[in-house]
C-alpha cells in the first residue's frame, strides 16, 4: 500500500503520514515527490512525499530474545548498563533483515543517551562488536531509548532546512557540529535537492562537520 501526503516541509508530511496510518516512523520509507518553491529566495514552500510500507521491517511482537545472538546482544547490553550504574531493561524493538533493534527502559535514559547520543552511540558500537562475532557481521544492531533516534533525525532535519534558509539569505556558509556519519548523511540528502546550496564534510575521525555552501543559481 503507498499513499501520498504533503507538508509545508518533509517533516510535517511524515508527521501527517504518521497520524493517518497509524505506523511508527520506521515502519515506512519516504520518497520525496515534489517539492515547490517561490518567493524571491526560491525557498521551499511545499513538500509531496509517497509513503511505502516497509514490509522487511517487523515491530516485534515478542520484545523477548528469540535466538542465540538476540539473547547475546541483550545481555550484553543489560550487563554493561548495570555496571555502568545505569540499569536497564533491554527489550527487541524491531526484527529486520540483517537488523535487530534494541530498546533501553530505564529511568537513566538521558545519561546512556548522553549529549547528542554520543552515549547511545558507544552502547551501540560494542553491541554490533558482539554481534559481529557472532554473525560474521552480518546483522546490524540498533540500540534506542526513548525514541531518540528518530527524534534526533526530525531535529536534524529542521537543522538543515533552517541553516540552508540561512546560508541562501546571507550568501555565506555555515558550518554545523561534528556529528557522527548516519546524521551528516541526512544533513547532506536534506539539502541535496535545494537549488542554490551544496554541502561537504570537514575533518578526521568519526564525528566530522558538515559546511552548507551557498553557491548561487546557474544559467
Request: proline content about 2%.
Amino acid at each position: 500500500m503507498n499513499q501520498e501526503f504533503e507538508g509545508r516541509t518533509e517533516k510535517e508530511a511524515i508527521e501527517t503520514a504518521i497520524e493517518a496510518l497509524g505506523l511508527e516512523r520506521d515502519e515506512f520509507d519516504v520518497e520525496i515527490l515534489e517539492t515547490e518553491k517561490g518567493g524571491i529566495f526560491n525557498l521551499q514552500k511545499k513538500v509531496r512525499i509517497r509513503v511505502h510500507l516497509n514490509q522487511d521491517i517487523v515491530t516485534a511482537g515478542n520484545e523477548d530474545p528469540e535466538n542465540d545472538l538476540e539473547h547475546a546482544v541483550v545481555d550484553f547490553v543489560r550487563n554493561m548498563t548495570e555496571k555502568m550504574g545505569y540499569p536497564s531493561e533491554v527489550k527487541v524493538k524491531f526484527r529486520e533483515a540483517g537488523k535487530i533493534g534494541l530498546r533501553l527502559d530505564t529511568p537513566h535514559s538521558n545519561i546512556l543517551i548522553g549529549k547528542k547520543g554520543k552515549n547511545l552511540d558507544a552502547i551501540q558500537l560494542l553491541a554490533n562488536v558482539i554481534a559481529g562475532r557472532l554473525d560474521d557481521g552480518g546483522t546490524r544492531v540498533v540500540v534506542d531509548a526513548e525514541n531518540y533516534r528518530q527524534r534526533r533525525e526530525e531535529s536534524l532535519i529542521r537543522l538543515a532546512q533552517q541553516v540552508g534558509d540561512q546560508v541562501m539569505q546571507s550568501h555565506k556558509s555555515k558550518l554545523l557540529e561534528p556529528m557522527n556519519p548516519f546524521e551528516r548523511r541526512l544533513i547532506h540528502t536534506t539539502l541535496n535537492d535545494v537549488a542554490g546550496i551544496t554541502t561537504k564534510s570537514e575533518g578526521e575521525g568519526l564525528y566530522k562537520q558538515v559546511r552548507v555552501i551557498y553557491r548561487g543559481f546557474e544559467g
